[in-house]
């Protein structure tokens, strides 16, 4: 998937998920079990989008096979073919470091709900949180990721 659709997608994610939080949040506060055990399932969806959204974020690298052929390949020459070829599947690189702080704050702000009000049961409760922290525990594992300011906030 191209870089600036993949941005947009997690950008999306992120909207929903954040938004749906807050309506958590609302709900338990005013104690009614039914409304905010009905959280519970678009809760597990967008943790696990995005998971793989941060994961597809992290990988960095797509193939920019999309892109057409410059000139037709029987008008060029055996090398110049396989040159074109190769350079249409290296892969391009997405800055990641700008989404990765809004992905973690995020997961900070999802964490501080009282998931035991929605989960009742606590293999539930650690298999979302799982899925949840995971692109975290993925942060922590880089050190070029951990020697970034914003980042270690």
């Known amino acids: 998937m191209p870089g600036?659709?993949?941005n947009k997608l997690l950008d999306?994610?992120?909207s929903g998920f954040a938004t749906e939080v807050d309506a958590a949040v609302h709900d338990i506060g005013h104690e009614d079990q039914q409304t905010y055990t009905a959280h519970k399932i678009p809760m597990e969806m967008y943790a696990f989008l995005l998971n793989w959204s941060a994961r597809s974020v992290e990988k960095g690298?797509?193939?920019t096979r999309m892109r057409p052929l410059l000139r037709h390949p029987q008008s060029l020459g055996r090398d110049e073919v396989e040159k074109q070829r190769n350079q249409e599947l290296l892969p391009r690189t997405r800055q990641?470091?700008?989404?990765?702080v809004p992905i973690l704050t995020l997961i900070a702000k999802v964490l501080k709900l009282k998931?035991?009000?929605i989960w009742t049961v606590s293999g539930e409760r650690d298999t979302f949180?799982?899925?949840l922290i995971a692109p975290a525990y993925h942060?922590?594992?880089n050190e070029?990721?951990?020697q970034s300011q914003p980042i270690k906030l």
Do not use: A, F, H, W
């Open 12 to 14: 999306v994610i992120m």
């Open 144 to 146: 070029q990721y951990m």
């Open 115 to 117: 998931t035991s009000k």
């Open 129 to 131: 949180i799982g899925c």
């Open 139 to 141: 942060v922590t594992e």
């Open 4 to 6: 600036i659709l993949m």
């Open 96 to 100: 990641s470091n700008d989404q990765i």
């Open 61 to 63: 690298t797509y193939p």
